[in-house]
């Protein structure tokens, strides 16, 4: 990967590599300034995502901010029954990032939330107002591997990562927003790393918020298929776009002293031969 | 009034259930192994059928059209039924229905012979709990499906919606049946075993003179039924008896004969994974010469008019029953159908259940689901069920039910509370992550907890739990403004 | 309790409060509901015929083609290969069609005299060796024929009761579409219908298909032209 800084427009050579399929192309794009929405869970617990997040942007050539006021989308209130109090917290969303250029959330179900229920919430609350701003915002939200591929044209980012690497496609990601195989292009980009398909990819892992705890060992069950599945693809790791099942799945997986361990995507494609060497997490 | 489905007001909730059954090693194979089938063979004929998206939505686009002007339909039905010769009943809830089909059946039954009666797989009059009000008044009912007849023989019940003893092996079946059936030898091979049935039940079909049948489809232009079904079971019911009572859900109907080239399309390729089940019976009335002399319709609401009022969730009266969405379900391949409680089982079981009868017997069935979105991916009539799952998990934290007995436990509440106000502002996050750093100090060992207490040990008894690293994100990004220069970029 | 003229008015009225009453909108919104599936196959004759008889064969069902100077001596080969020696057959079945070697029996009693009993016409026609029938429309996608119930196509219980059906069908008869074939029905819809896509069949133990449980478990298809 090649990055000229221009005056104004970044010209960048990206190498798209899928599969079999070997391409080329030049993109021409403005560095943008990309508001990170790295969501609750996120913030405490994987603080690590948003760090990688913030270092393939950066990578790339744009700008990243970071508004402090950010919390969360609302999406386990929503899910959970509890309407009333997630719709302060949309309020809060669409108030924290009115005028942001792009927005980039590193988890697919909290991008989901807000283009599939904040729709249905500002229709609910009756506000003219509220449904404005929501429709004004939806165009601005991307999930991380949407940004990349969709928005910035980039399959290859020039990480490095030598490891086995499988994907976990999260139901979110596939049947929200549709990502298809973009977080797997992305990692086939990768130098270095081989990339092993799960079987049963599009089986749920059994996170499913509150119902992990609600309904605790239907969703063990659920995890056991998961883990078994990720365990007979030999992988060293277990990817995917929401750090959430990667929660699940890596729990199951720490109880079973297994070896393979799970990465969100971003933090794979934050690895560089520069930067880590492409260390495991 | 009494609106009920079949027993799921006795029945345990979901958790406590689904623990019992997922220790049962050989239902869960079983259910494994039917629902992988199933799965197979519909991705198969929907991925050789060039418009399927495009039938969904026509399919999804009728039924909501005929939510809306219900009343003009089943008023039209009930008119041309009529005309063509059939007699039309409206019931209130099960009780009515049970009791139309009682009387109509004493009627038929010719003086001084037992009261019998031929059934076709129907999900409505397992609804209504028929069976056990027929063996009350002294009736016997046989039920010819296949699966149901096992089900009816070994006192079980139904855990699929097509395919209603699932979870029970051919061994297991081929036992029941030669203690049943009274044989004293029969094979093992499927064949050997749908065999004894026809024997069985063939006595019954061509002796039998009153049948009882649900509908797949009620017509409202002709007043025509249509039955679907693969066995044969079904023309037999519907053709060789005397008297033919239908009891047909009033959320059934269709505007027009034409509607049925979607429907019957949609159902075989999502039911069975078949590009059309062996058999569609449509009949209209009565015809001389040919089929029932007495034909007989009860159409029943039994909380469907309930259902049709909240504009949230009346999209679950498109359903057709074809079972795909269990097929598809992580947590019904986990459990099978009894966990449900409820003769609706898995995800379409999840949302009808709780609105057909009131709320507070299956407060814990919203909850049922991991909010996948498998189940909506392949309804073949676009029913949002996870959207409508999150809408009755809301009505149950509202307690808007007027039956009492609603709501969700206190430490869910107070937790909800809790993170509602940490969410409000970045300050009382980092308050209350600063709280659970604090707190997580005597079970944190290396960044990993493995055991934690209350609620959150329902997640530690099978999973570690990732501590709260030392550092958040926003901390660091802090931090690392004060280090670069403006910008961002190094 | 069955003249309980209140349940229906208690429904009815029910379901005006949950939906509303737009009784003048009913038309214009059916006529406007989005149809863009497929109403009208796209193949040619040879590759609907083809499909069909692929179809059939996928159902387990025998397949037998042949042209229209050939129908009876294809009638007896099939028989032939199920060592069968009579059929029933319906009552305006053409007779050209019926090869003279074997027996054939018109037994659509009920519509000659109505006062029979149904129970005793029932044993006959299940001590049968089968029956032979016509079709009314067949469909290619789905293997489908369809029968509806009058004169050539028998009655129910007729093409139901024997364990062997031979359905003689038409190449002018088979539509590529699921709309097509139904579409053939306009002006019959309220005429008793049956669709036969194969021999009846349960895949409920352990979802292994069985063929054949009450319906015929023997279909033979006969496609003329």
């Known amino acids: 990967m090649i990055l000229y800084e221009a005056n104004g427009p970044t010209i960048s050579t990206v190498s798209a590599r899928n599969g079999r399929l070997f391409a080329r192309c030049v993109a021409i794009h403005w560095s943008l300034r990309i508001s990170l929405f790295i969501t609750c869970y996120n913030d405490v617990l994987f603080p690590k995502t948003g760090q990688a997040v913030v270092t393939v942007l950066e990578r790339l050539g744009h700008t990243v901010e970071f508004r402090p006021t950010q919390t969360c989308c609302g999406q386990m209130h929503y899910n959970s029954g509890y309407h009333m109090d997630a719709l302060p917290l949309m309020e809060k969303f669409l108030e924290d990032f009115h005028d942001a250029e792009v927005i980039c959330i590193p988890s697919a179900s909290c991008v989901s939330t807000i283009r599939d229920h904040y729709p249905v919430m500002a229709e609910k609350s009756g506000s003219k107002d509220l449904i404005r701003q929501v429709n004004e915002i939806l165009p601005r939200v991307f999930e991380f591997s949407e940004l990349l591929i969709d928005k910035l044209g980039v399959e290859d980012t020039g990480a490095y990562f030598p490891h086995v690497v499988t994907l976990h496609c999260s139901c979110h990601s596939l049947r929200s927003l549709g990502v298809g195989d973009k977080p797997e292009r992305l990692l086939r980009n990768v130098k270095g790393l081989t990339f092993v398909p799960l079987e049963d990819y599009d089986q749920c892992c059994g996170f499913g918020g509150t119902f992990a705890v609600k309904n605790a060992e239907v969703s063990s069950a659920m995890a056991a298929d998961k883990v078994k599945c990720i365990l007979n693809t030999k992988a060293e790791v277990c990817a995917a776009l929401d750090n959430s099942c990667l929660m699940q799945i890596g729990g199951t997986l720490g109880r079973d002293h297994a070896v393979t361990c799970t990465m969100h995507l971003a933090e794979i494609l934050a690895s560089t031969q520069s930067a880590n060497g492409g260390t495991l997490a | ?490 | 309790m069955i003249s309980d003229s209140t349940a229906r008015a208690d429904i009815l009225l029910k379901i005006r409060l949950a939906a509303g009453s737009h009784s003048d909108a009913l038309e214009t919104e059916y006529a406007a509901l989005p149809r863009t599936y497929r109403q009208q196959g796209t193949s040619d004759r040879a590759a609907v015929l083809t499909m069909f008889t692929n179809r059939l064969r996928d159902y387990d069902a025998g397949v037998y083609r042949c042209n229209a100077a050939e129908i009876a001596e294809t009638v007896a080969a099939a028989m032939d290969a199920r060592g069968k020696t009579s059929l029933l057959r319906t009552g305006k079945l053409p007779q050209e069609w019926l090869p003279a070697k074997f027996r054939f029996f018109a037994s659509d009693v009920r519509n000659a005299n109505p006062s029979r009993d149904d129970l005793a016409w029932f044993a006959e026609v299940d001590q049968s060796e089968g029956v032979i029938t016509g079709c009314f429309a067949a469909v290619a996608f789905t293997g489908t024929i369809i029968l509806r119930h009058e004169d050539g196509n028998g009655s129910r219980a007729l093409t139901l009761i024997p364990d062997y059906h031979l359905c003689v069908v038409l190449a002018d008869q088979i539509v590529e579409t699921v709309p097509e074939g139904l579409a053939r029905l306009k002006g019959f819809e309220t005429m008793p219908i049956t669709t036969i896509s194969g021999p009846s069949a349960t895949a409920d133990i352990e979802m292994t298909r069985v063929k054949g449980v009450h319906g015929p478990r023997f279909l033979d298809v006969i496609i003329v032209g």
Request: glycine share 8%.
């Open chain 2, 1 to 490: 009034m009494s609106i009920r489905v079949g027993e799921a007001a006795e029945a345990p909730s979901f958790a406590v259930a689904s623990k019992e059954l997922l220790k049962n090693d050989q239902l869960r194979r079983n259910v494994r192994n039917a629902t992988g089938i199933i799965r197979g063979k519909r991705a198969n004929v929907v991925g050789e059928t060039p418009d399927w998206q495009q039938l969904r939505d026509a399919g999804h686009a009728i039924k909501e059209h005929t939510l809306r002007h219900l009343g003009d339909y089943l008023a039209r039905f009930e008119e041309n039924c009529i005309r063509a010769g059939g007699k039309v009943h409206w019931a209130r809830d099960a009780d009515e229905a049970n009791a139309i089909s009682i009387e109509l059946i004493h009627r038929y039954t010719p003086d001084g012979k037992r009261a019998e009666v031929i059934k076709v797989k129907s999900m409505t009059t397992d609804e209504i709990g028929m069976n056990k009000a027929l063996v009350t008044a002294g009736i016997t009912p046989y039920e010819t499906d296949l699966a149901d007849l096992i089900v009816q023989l070994g006192d079980d019940k139904p855990s699929h919606i097509v395919v209603p003893a699932l979870h029970r092996n051919r061994m297991e079946i081929r036992e029941l049946f030669m203690r049943t059936m009274k044989l004293d030898e029969l094979g093992t091979s499927p064949e050997d075993i749908a065999g004894a049935a026809r024997v069985y039940l063939r006595e019954k079909f061509l002796r039998v003179p009153i049948a009882i049948s649900g509908a797949n489809f009620a017509v409202a232009e002709t007043g025509s039924v249509c039955v679907v079904e693969s066995e044969g079971n079904g023309r037999m019911c519907v053709s060789l008896p005397r008297v033919l009572i239908s009891v047909v859900g009033i959320e059934k109907i269709i505007p027009t004969f034409q509607d049925l080239e979607v429907f019957l399309q949609l159902l075989s390729r999502s039911a069975t994974g078949e590009r059309m089940n062996p058999y569609n019976s449509i009949w209209t009335g009565v015809v001389p010469g040919d089929g029932p002399r007495e034909f007989h319709v009860i159409l029943l609401d039994n909380g469907r008019t309930k259902v049709l009022a909240d504009s949230a969730s009346s999209e679950t009266l498109d359903c057709i029953r074809c079972g795909a969405c269990l097929n598809a379900c992580p947590v019904y391949r986990q459990t099978g159908g009894h966990a449900y409680g409820s003769i609706y089982a898995g995800p379409i079981g999840a949302i009808l259940t709780p609105q057909l009868q009131s709320m507070e017997h299956s407060t814990s069935l919203p909850y049922a689901s991991s909010l996948c979105g498998a189940c909506y991916e392949v309804c073949p009539v676009k029913i949002n069920i996870p959207e409508i799952l999150i809408h009755l998990r809301e009505k149950i934290v509202d307690g808007q039910d007027h039956h009492g007995g609603m709501g969700t436990d206190f430490a869910e509440k107070a937790g909800m509370k809790v993170a509602a106000w940490a969410m409000s502002d970045a300050a009382n996050l980092s308050t209350v992550r600063a709280a659970g750093r604090l707190a997580q100090i005597p079970f944190a060992r290396n960044g990993v907890i493995h055991s934690l207490p209350g609620m959150l040990g329902q997640w530690t008894n099978t999973r570690d739990m990732p501590a709260i690293p030392a550092e958040s994100f926003r901390q660091w990004w802090a931090r690392r403004r004060q280090n670069v220069v403006p910008g961002g970029t190094k």
